[in-house]
T-cell receptor, first 111, second 116 residues
Framework: GENVEQHPSTLSVQEGDSAVIKCTYS??????FPWYKQELGKRPQLIID?????GEKKDQRIAVTLNKTAKHFSLHITETQPEDSAVYFC??????????FGPGTRLSVLP | GAGVSQSPSNKVTEKGKDVELRCDPI?????LYWYRQSLGQGLEFLIY????????KSGLPSDRFSAERTGGSVSTLTIQRTQQEDSAVYLC??????????????FGPGTRLTVL
């Protein structure tokens, strides 16, 4: 079955700096890769996703890149703000049939 | 409805009792997922429904756990003879369908289960 690893487990950056979180997956059948942000005590919220037919996707300060050959994908947040502080989860799914999540990265943006 | 809803929001039960958790997906969403999240941990996949059938039950931790979905809408997750290790937040998510642009998942607020 699918296995998703995520690094780092914790990340601290200064406000305004960039943050990068990396995930690897094992199942070549996975073709959909969402990223979720979860604030303390709240539900996960989708922030960006990418499908296997593209290599990069950007939405304002957030971008995701996918390397299908190497089976890894990364989340990039530029110009970080304190409200970006949360736990971020990556996931991999074959056609939305089941989702395997990474263990999460706790991002702290220091003012 | 505006989003995925779950009930109850909190449930405290005694060890050995059965509990039933409910999920109302977004109207029209055919795919429904159950996850478990222990304090400070990641999301553990439990079960996935496409319509009323569950093609993937591989995540259910034991035979004390079962889930059903009727009418292609509401789903219930039942835990029999609860144990303290069952304490967690149980999250439900739904998507319009599996495949293509319809597979984006939307999460409910979760049910916090505490087994004393």
């Amino acid at each position: 079955g699918e296995n998703v690893e995520q690094h780092p487990s914790t990340l601290s950056v200064q406000e305004g700096d960039s943050a990068v979180i990396k995930c690897t997956y094992s199942d070549s059948a996975s073709n959909y890769f969402p990223w979720y942000k979860q604030e303390l005590g709240k539900r996960p919220q989708l922030i960006i996703d990418i499908r296997s037919n593209v290599g990069e996707k950007k939405d304002q300060r957030i971008a995701v890149t996918l390397n299908k050959t190497a089976k890894h994908f990364s989340l990039h947040i530029t110009e970080t703000q304190p409200e970006d502080s949360a736990v971020y989860f990556c996931a991999a799914s074959p056609y939305g049939q089941n989702f395997v999540f990474g263990p999460g990265t706790r991002l702290s943006v220091l003012p | 409805g505006a989003g995925v809803s779950q009930s109850p929001s909190n449930k405290v039960t005694e060890k050995g009792k059965d509990v039933e958790l409910r999920c109302d997906p977004i109207s029209g969403h055919t795919a429904l997922y159950w996850y478990r999240q222990s304090l400070g941990q990641g999301l553990e996949f439990l079960i996935y429904f496409q319509g009323n059938s569950a093609p993937d039950k591989s995540g259910l931790p034991s035979d004390r756990f079962s889930a059903e979905r009727t009418g292609g809408s509401v789903s219930t997750l039942t835990i029999q003879r609860t144990q303290q290790e069952d304490s967690a937040v149980y999250l439900c998510a739904s998507s319009a369908g599996a495949g293509g642009s319809t597979d984006t998942q939307y999460f409910g607020p979760g049910t916090r289960l505490t087994v004393l």
